[in-house]
């Protein structure tokens, strides 16, 4: 998979699933998991056929089920999700993305601290 699409609300929540779980899971493992949603049995299969098919999720067959897996790791999605609302909330700026942050308090003194500290990692990284 060269570029990893952005999922809808609906597969991503099947994939946070798996992610939390850290190792492959059972349709009914993964209905306790999601019951809060209330999806019927076959919603769930929707899904994950939707996410096979797409190459998110692997299934191995284990007794007369299978086994789901994620396929793709969180850290390499959360890739995508960034620059998507990056783009499309932000118009590309990082800059703008942490003003709406600061402008709606939603940064304490420690989070400000925190990404001073990262920013600092990172251009010493760029440096090397």
């Not at 998991?33 to 797409?54: D, I, Q, S, V, Y």
């Not at 994620?70 to 995508?80: D, G, I, L």
């Not at 620059?83 to 304490?108: C, H, P, Q, W, Y």
């Amino acid at each position: 998979m060269n570029q990893i699409a952005r999922l809808p609300d609906a597969e991503l929540e099947v994939m946070n699933a798996l992610w939390a779980a850290g190792e492959p899971l059972t349709r009914p493992e993964l209905e306790q998991r999601l019951a809060h949603k209330g999806w019927a049995a076959t919603t769930l299969l929707a899904l994950l056929t939707r996410l096979e098919e797409k190459g998110f999720v692997t299934r191995h067959k284990q007794g007369r089920g299978y086994l789901y897996a994620a396929s793709v790791p969180r850290r390499e999605y959360a890739k995508t999700e960034g620059r998507t609302a990056l783009g499309r909330m932000f118009g590309g700026s990082a800059k703008n993305l942490v003003a709406a942050l600061a402008e709606t308090d939603a940064l304490t003194d420690a989070d400000i601290d925190e990404l001073s500290d990262y920013l600092e990692q990172l251009k010493r990284r760029h440096q090397t």
